[in-house]
C-alpha cells in the first residue's frame, strides 16, 4: 500500500494464543525484505473480573507508569523489577500511578495482583541504559600465578554513563577470588575498557573471569555481566596424606603428597612435624596431577601430629597445606572396612 504520513496498523492475534506473554511484530519493506520497524510487547489475557494494563508498553527510568484498571478493584499491585520492588495500594479507582527510580537497568517489570482467588500477572519494559558486552579476552590464554592478567573488554553503550566494574576469578572449586574494582566513564558508542586482575598464588588451572557492569552511584544496579575463561600456571599442593589415613611406629613412616601443576616444573620443598623442619629437596612435577611421597623420621611418638608442607617455585612463589597425621602405638590395631561399590 502507499505509504502516508501517518498510518495504523491493525492485526489479530490468532484464537489459539496463550497471552501473558511477549508478542514479536515488525514491518519490512516488500520488496527487499528490510525491516523499517522491529518491536515488542507484552500480552496478556483479560481477568475474570478485574485486568490491570499499563498505559504504556514501556517506560523510561525516573517515569510516571500509569496503570489502568477494569472492574472494581480494592487491594494491593506488587511490583517487582531486577532492581527495584514497590507496592502499590489500590483503593477502588480505575487507575493507579507510581513513579520510577531514576536508575534503573533495562528489562521487564512485572505486576501482581489478586483477581476472583487467582494470581494474575502483567508487565511493561523498562527502556534503561543499554549496555553490551560485546568481547572480552586476555592479552595472554596462560597467566602465570603472581602475575596480572591484562583484560580487554569491549562495550557498547546507548550513552555516557559512570559504571563501576567488579568481579571475581572463580576455580575449579568454585572457590571465588574477589578482582579489586574501578570506575569507568564510558562514551556513547564502542570503547575498550582495559584493566590488570591480580592472579594470587593459590589456585591453578582453568579459571573463570566475571564481571559486572553496575551503575557507579547506585552498584545495585547491574547493567551487563560478562565473563571469560583463561589458565592460571601455577603448581598447587593439594593435599597431606598417609595410605590408610594412619602410620605405625614400624611403618616405613611414609606420607603423601597430591600435586596438580598445569606444566612441568622443579619445585623445592619442605615438611615440618609439629612445628620443626624434618626434611627438605626438590621435586620432579611432570604436568598434570601426580602423588610424590617422603619419609617421616623414626621413633615418632603415639598420638596425632600436624604436619606442614611448603613448596616454592619461581620468585619465591610458594604454595602449602597442612594435615593431621594419626601415629599408632604398640599394640594398636588397624582396622580395615570393606568397600562395596554398586
Do not use: C
Not at 612463589?317 to 594398636?332: E, F, K, P, R
Amino acid at each position: 500500500m502507499q505509504a502516508l504520513a501517518s498510518q495504523q496498523l491493525i492485526f489479530d492475534l490468532p484464537a489459539d494464543f496463550s497471552g501473558n506473554g511477549l508478542l514479536f511484530y515488525g514491518v519490512y519493506e516488500a520488496t527487499s525484505g528490510q525491516g523499517l520497524y522491529l518491536n515488542t510487547r507484552w500480552v496478556q489475557p483479560a481477568g475474570e473480573s478485574i485486568t490491570v494494563v499499563p498505559g504504556a508498553p514501556a517506560y523510561q527510568p525516573g517515569d510516571t507508569v500509569t496503570l489502568n484498571i477494569s472492574g472494581s478493584y480494592q487491594g494491593k499491585l506488587i511490583i517487582e523489577g531486577a532492581d527495584f520492588a514497590a507496592t502499590v495500594d489500590v483503593p477502588g479507582q480505575s487507575s493507579v500511578d507510581f513513579v520510577l527510580p531514576a536508575v534503573l537497568s533495562s528489562g521487564p517489570v512485572r505486576i501482581s495482583y489478586e483477581d476472583g482467588g487467582f494470581q494474575r500477572t502483567t508487565r511493561f519494559d523498562v527502556k534503561g541504559p543499554q549496555v553490551t558486552v560485546a568481547g572480552m579476552k586476555t592479552a595472554h590464554p596462560v597467566i602465570a600465578a603472581g602475575a596480572g592478567a591484562v583484560v580487554e573488554a569491549r562495550i557498547i553503550s546507548d550513552r555516557a554513563l559512570d559504571v563501576a566494574v567488579t568481579g571475581h576469578v572463580l576455580d575449579g572449586n568454585n572457590f571465588a577470588f574477589p578482582v579489586p574494582g574501578a570506575t569507568h566513564s564510558l562514551v556513547a558508542g564502542e570503547q575498550t575498557l582495559t584493566m590488570t586482575v591480580p592472579i594470587g598464588t593459590t589456585t591453578s588451572g582453568s579459571v573463570r573471569l566475571e564481571l559486572a557492569l553496575a551503575d557507579a552511584a547506585q552498584p545495585d544496579v547491574v547493567y551487563v555481566e560478562a565473563h571469560r575463561y583463561f589458565t592460571i600456571d601455577a603448581p598447587v599442593l593439594q593435599a597431606i596424606r598417609t595410605a590408610d589415613g594412619q602410620v605405625a611406629m614400624t611403618d616405613p613412616r611414609e606420607i603423601l603428597l597430591d600435586w596438580y601443576s598445569p606444566s612441568p616444573r622443579t619445585v623445592n620443598v619442605r615438611v615440618w612435624l609439629d612445628g620443626a623442619p624434618v626434611s627438605s629437596g626438590s621435586v620432579e612435577l611432570t604436568g598434570g596431577f601426580q602423588t610424590t611421597s617422603t619419609l617421616l623420621p623414626p621413633g615418632l611418638p603415639a598420638g596425632s601430629h600436624a604436619v606442614y608442607a611448603e613448596a616454592e617455585w619461581g620468585d619465591g612463589l610458594t604454595t602449602h597445606a597442612t594435615s593431621i597425621i594419626n601415629v599408632l602405638g604398640v599394640g594398636d590395631w588397624r582396622l580395615f572396612l570393606p568397600l562395596n561399590m554398586r
